[in-house]
């Protein structure tokens, strides 16, 4: 399809589809971590000159790094820095503050719907020149992205929705011929979505077949702009040229939820790793088994194999490393869904190109496909639409189907059980349609003391079918991961609710371990922050019962 054509109708339709779907449905607040690390960056680079969240409305919440005293966003800058100039308009100009719903609306908007709504023209124009018709590339756009887990995070300030539509506007530049534009669209990405750093280096392929090695290398110097500055800014935070989210060191603060779990994964039962592959493709949170137009989208790839596509070979490549690249990285380095998301959200970023492998298997197919096919292709869009509609009733919340499936489960006291299925389905529906993000200190110190609580119960409880030494060696590490926690808060003198938690759960896992000098020193450290804690007091009682 050659530039400036226009766009057939259908394919029109979906667009102005998805740009209502933008405009009606976007949030109108932070309900996350994410969220609001970013908001408190764009607040303190407009309101305050400086990146830090010290002086800003979201410094209570878990993604941040201390750096000489002062706490950073975790998260790549970029999309803040974007952000930071619609919001001196709105600030400045029109009085708007940072928590204001309307300014909320407007920067999604500007940096997420704007992006991706853009990116969603250049996949048009690439399903348009695969040749599969009007029809089949309005239903595959449409399935795109209303079918896949891309549609939840296009409605928050997040960086998923971002990075998808500046990678599908490099893979139309560069199936152009426009290797520098490509170079620099996939950069911007990779610096405000490090998963996008899959397609930055698959890209170089179809840069080079298109425009040979001046075209690989107008694609790297095209790089250059946004990883320059994007390494500038690192450097003047740190003073090296790694992402500031590299620096280990930067989460070991008093309150950091990331001294007991990864970025990419929280803590988990012995064995549960085992399961993670299945349930994230297929299981409860799975992408396959929510998104099952995505298993056709994958099977039509793996079709394309046995026959050469009559066109876009190259940019096929990109797109099966891409997604390949991605999934692979996640799933092996990640343990934990996507956090508290819906669905495996670092998915995101590939979803809309994996509907370049059934244009081309279509447009390569000599006879239209038969009633069965259709009806299969129906039921999976539909699944998968309904799916996305779940996950963008709050994105920032898990739906678990079956009440074993939650981490609550696995710590969980017997009244707490649901009786039925359907008792367990209310509760989720209720929870996902009212969680709110609170950012204030007081809520932020509660959580922190409930994430040392399951700690401390998940480390202690015995698990069947695991021997007295494996039970011993876990129990360690959970108590080698608490204390030096409780030695910050000590050390800062900390409000005494976390602190509590902390070493009664230090003098359960010490008597546990057979320890019972230390298990005691840490019970009456107990009852001195909170007094009559009676989980200290019956673990002092049970000590002089073995004595």
């Not at 589809?17 to 449905?25: D, G, S, V, Y």
């Not at 348009?128 to 995070?153: E, I, K, M, V």
């Not at 199936?175 to 996939?186: F, H, K, N, V, Y």
């Not at 250059?224 to 690192?234: A, K, T």
Request: net charge positive; with cysteine.
């Amino acid at each position: 399809m050659k530039d400036g054509e226009r766009l057939p109708g259908p394919v029109r339709s979906v667009l102005a589809l998805l740009a209502i779907t933008l405009l009606l449905f976007t949030k109108d607040r932070a309900d996350s971590w994410a969220d609001g690390s970013r908001l408190g960056t764009i607040q303190g680079l407009v309101e305050h000159g400086t990146l830090a969240l010290d002086e800003t409305d979201f410094l209570w919440q878990g993604d941040k790094v201390r750096l000489d005293g002062l706490h950073y966003s975790h998260q790549p800058p970029m999309l803040a820095l974007l952000g930071a100039l619609p919001y001196a308009v709105l600030h400045h100009g029109l009085g708007r503050g940072i928590t204001d719903p309307f300014t909320y609306r407007i920067l999604t908007w500007c940096i997420v719907g704007l992006p991706l709504w853009l990116g969603a023209v250049a996949l048009a124009r690439l399903l348009l020149a695969s040749g599969c018709g009007a029809r089949w590339s309005a239903f595959l756009l449409f399935a795109a992205f209303f079918g896949t887990l891309l549609l939840p995070y296009s409605l928050v300030l997040n960086q998923h929705g971002t990075a998808a539509g500046l990678t599908l506007l490099a893979f139309g530049a560069v199936a152009r011929g426009r290797s520098a534009r490509a170079g620099t669209l996939l950069a911007l990405a990779s610096t405000i979505d490090l998963t996008a750093v899959f397609p930055a280096v698959a890209c170089a392929l179809p840069a080079l077949r298109s425009s040979g090695v001046d075209g690989l290398v107008r694609y790297g110097l095209g790089a250059l702009p946004p990883l320059g500055f994007h390494f500038g800014v690192n450097w003047s935070l740190v003073g090296d040229l790694l992402p500031v989210g590299l620096h280990l060191e930067a989460f070991e603060y008093p309150y950091s939820p990331f001294m007991l779990m990864a970025l990419t994964g929280g803590e988990q039962a012995p064995g549960a790793q085992v399961l993670y592959l299945w349930r994230a493709l297929f299981g409860y949170t799975g992408y396959f088994s929510h998104h099952p137009i995505t298993v056709l989208a994958v099977i039509s790839g793996l079709l394309l194999l046995l026959r050469r596509p009559r066109t876009g070979g190259s940019l096929l490549v990109a797109a099966a490393v891409s997604a390949v690249g991605i999934a692979t990285y996640y799933l092996v380095e990640s343990r934990n869904f996507g956090g508290s998301a819906f669905g495996m959200r670092w998915f995101a970023v590939f979803s809309p190109l994996l509907a370049l492998f059934p244009a081309a298997w279509i447009a390569g197919r000599e006879r239209p496909l038969g009633g069965l096919a259709r009806t299969v292709i129906g039921v999976a869009t539909a699944w998968s639409v309904a799916a996305a509609a779940l996950g963008s009733v709050q994105p920032w919340s898990k739906f678990h189907y079956f009440w074993p499936q939650k981490p609550e489960a696995v710590i969980a006291r017997p009244e707490a059980v649901p009786q039925d299925w359907g008792t367990h389905l209310q509760r989720e529906w209720f929870h996902v349609r009212t969680v709110r993000m609170r950012f204030d200190r007081e809520s932020y110190l509660l959580w922190f003391a409930d994430h040392l609580h399951r700690h401390g119960k998940l480390r202690t409880r015995e698990f069947p079918g695991m021997s007295e030494a494996d039970q011993r060696a876990w129990t360690r590490e959970g108590l080698d991961k608490l204390r030096p926690i409780v030695e910050l808060l000590d050390g800062t003198n900390a409000p005494s609710g976390a602190r509590t938690v902390g070493h009664y759960w230090m003098g359960r896992m010490h008597e546990l371990l057979d320890e019972p000098v230390e298990a005691r020193r840490q019970y009456h450290v107990t009852i001195g922050l909170a007094g009559n804690h009676e989980p200290a007091l019956k673990g002092l009682r049970r000590l002089e019962q073995t004595d």
